[in-house]
């Protein structure tokens, strides 16, 4: 394997390790010469809570307090190096064990994913796109060393999850609502040398999030500390694991108290715009008159691996190459601070978003950067025209208004 490129080749080697990816007959990798057990999600076995033990609350109410108020139930399997996965289990949600010596809480041997189950204006229930979080989950695994797993057996367990507390949780009562899955990826291996955990679990939990796509007046940004970057090329800020959150948190309080909403994160001495907060960043503007004047949608690329694959992300380049062809040009490519600053003061700036499962689409009003204010135009107030149509159609996949391969219909248990 060549020197310089250690980090990619090692990932492409675990990645063709999974048998599972490679010919999708069998998902367990080899302890030397026996096939160990893959995780299977057709094992899963059920315990369920008593039904009647909690209610479930308003959305207000559940995002009031201090804690995540989750659902009856979450998903667990355990990996042992000696011996694969093992049967996932379905049972009644509550506290995991784990030794204080445990590999997650030393070295960050920690992957997750978030994905929203969406209550349909047709009753159905649906996971958008959950085979690209799986997926995903798969990387942040296999490059922080955890192991690794079909993915198509984690989006099985996700819907399991749902089938079980869909109902309940997300009644038909509540159209238009949502439920915030969480799976993860911990290392439990409770020995305290620096390496690779030889057990780890993974678990599957769903709760209610506060609504966060449209804050009143729109999300305002506050740039990066000129000392402090949130990833960096040959870093790991392309994967969800948890080392990249907490150390933010620095930036996004300051930011907070100074009355912006998150951190606009910008990278290198040129100031590329990279993300926003833990959601990736949009910018709707005209080129200038000597490149043609059009309208272009930018967004960050992925090539240099700095910032996250959102499926998001993926979705709004995806729909609006198809659905605003000839109107918005879509372009990946890496612009700076300075470029946004430039088409604000020239009048090119158009619009601008954020985009995550989190904050969903959600308009950017204002933007500071070192002493310097940019604000952009949002439209009736809430909104500019495009960020507000690529919202609408996302939406309508989501919910079922329009039925797309996108949105996954769950087999509720009644
Ligand atoms: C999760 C996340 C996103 C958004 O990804 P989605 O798949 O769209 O939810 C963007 N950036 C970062 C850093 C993230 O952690």
Same mark, same amino acid.
């Given at each position: 394997m060549?020197a310089?490129d250690l980090t990619s080749?090692?990932m492409?080697?675990k990645i063709?390790?999974?048998?599972?990816?490679?010919?999708g007959k069998t998902?367990?990798h080899?302890?030397?010469?026996?096939?160990?057990?893959?995780?299977?999600?057709s094992?899963?076995?059920i315990?369920?809570?008593?039904?009647?033990? &909690?209610?479930?609350?308003?959305?207000a109410t559940?995002?009031?307090?201090?804690?995540?108020?989750?659902?009856?139930?979450?998903?667990?399997?355990?990996?042992?190096h000696?011996t694969?996965?093992?049967?996932?289990e379905l049972?009644?949600?509550?506290?995991l064990s784990?030794?204080?010596?445990?590999?997650?809480?030393?070295?960050?041997? @920690?992957?997750?994913?978030?994905?929203?189950?969406y209550?349909g204006h047709?009753?159905?229930?649906?996971?958008? &796109?959950? %085979?690209?979080?799986?997926k995903?989950?798969?990387?942040?695994s296999?490059?922080?060393?955890l192991?690794?797993?079909d993915p198509?057996?984690v989006?099985?367990?996700?819907?399991?999850l749902?089938?079980?507390?869909?109902?309940?949780?997300?009644?038909?009562?509540?159209?238009?609502?949502?439920?915030?899955l969480?799976?993860?990826? $911990?290392?439990?291996?409770?020995q305290l040398?620096?390496?690779?955990?030889? @057990?780890?679990?993974?678990?599957?939990t769903?709760s209610?999030m506060?609504?966060?796509?449209?804050? *009143?007046?729109g999300?305002k940004?506050?740039? %990066?500390?000129e000392?402090?970057?949130?990833?960096?090329?040959?870093g790991?800020g392309y994967a969800k694991?948890g080392?990249?959150?907490g150390?933010?948190l620095l930036a996004?309080?300051?930011?907070?108290?100074r009355?912006?909403?998150?951190?606009?994160?910008l990278?290198?001495?040129?100031?590329?715009?990279?993300?926003?907060?833990a959601?990736?960043?949009?910018?709707l503007?005209?080129?200038?008159?000597?490149?043609?004047g059009?309208?272009?949608?930018?967004?960050a690329?992925l090539?240099?691996k700095?910032?996250?694959?959102g499926?998001?992300r993926?979705?709004?380049v995806?729909?609006?190459?198809?659905?605003?062809?000839?109107e918005?040009e879509?372009?990946e490519?890496?612009?700076?601070i300075?470029?946004?600053?430039?088409?604000?003061?020239?009048? &090119?700036l158009?619009e601008?978003?954020?985009?995550g499962t989190?904050?969903?689409?959600?308009?950017?009003?204002q933007? &500071?950067?070192r002493?310097?204010d $940019?604000? $952009?135009?949002?439209?009736?107030? @809430?909104?500019?025209?495009?960020?507000?149509?690529?919202?609408?159609?996302?939406?309508?996949?989501?919910?079922?208004? @329009?039925?797309?391969?996108?949105?996954?219909?769950?087999?509720?248990? *009644?």
């Open positions: 060549a310089e080749t090692a492409d080697h063709a390790e999974q048998p599972a990816l490679a010919n998902n367990g080899t302890n030397g010469t026996t096939a160990l057990p893959g995780l299977d999600a094992k899963l076995t315990t369920r809570a008593d039904p009647t033990a &909690r209610a479930v609350p308003d959305q559940a995002c009031s307090g201090l804690e995540t108020i989750c659902t009856d139930h979450m998903i667990t399997a355990t990996w042992k000696s694969g996965w093992s049967a996932p049972k009644p949600y509550g506290p784990l030794m204080p010596t445990a590999s997650v809480l030393h070295y960050a041997t @920690e992957c997750f994913e978030g994905l929203k189950a209550r047709d009753g159905s229930l649906r996971l958008f &796109r959950p %085979n690209l979080n799986a995903r989950m798969l990387m942040s296999l490059r922080i060393s192991p690794g797993f198509t057996q989006e099985k367990l996700i819907l399991a749902m089938a079980v507390d869909g109902p309940k949780w997300l009644p038909r009562s509540r159209p238009g609502s949502y439920l915030y969480r799976p993860a990826v $911990i290392g439990t291996q409770p040398g620096v390496q690779t955990t030889k @057990e780890a679990l993974l678990f599957i769903a209610f506060p609504l966060m796509d449209s804050p *009143q007046g999300l940004l506050h740039t %990066n500390p000392d402090m970057i949130r990833a960096w090329v040959g790991f694991v080392a990249n959150y150390p933010s996004t309080n300051e930011a907070r108290a009355g912006f909403g998150q951190i606009l994160w990278y290198g001495p040129e100031g590329y715009c990279t993300e926003a907060g959601s990736n960043f949009f910018v503007w005209r080129t200038k008159e000597e490149e043609g059009k309208l272009q949608l930018v967004t690329p090539d240099d700095l910032i996250l694959d499926v998001t993926r979705s709004v995806e729909l609006a190459r198809e659905r605003l062809a000839g918005v879509v372009v490519r890496k612009y700076t300075d470029e946004v600053v430039e088409a604000d003061r020239e009048g &090119r158009v601008s978003f954020a985009a989190a904050y969903f689409i959600c308009p950017v009003s933007i &500071r950067h002493d310097h $940019i604000h $952009i135009p949002m439209g009736k107030g @809430e909104s500019g025209q495009y960020t507000a149509r690529i919202k609408g159609w996302m939406t309508d996949i989501m919910y079922g208004n @329009e039925q797309h391969p996108w949105g996954v219909v769950v087999d509720e248990q *009644q």
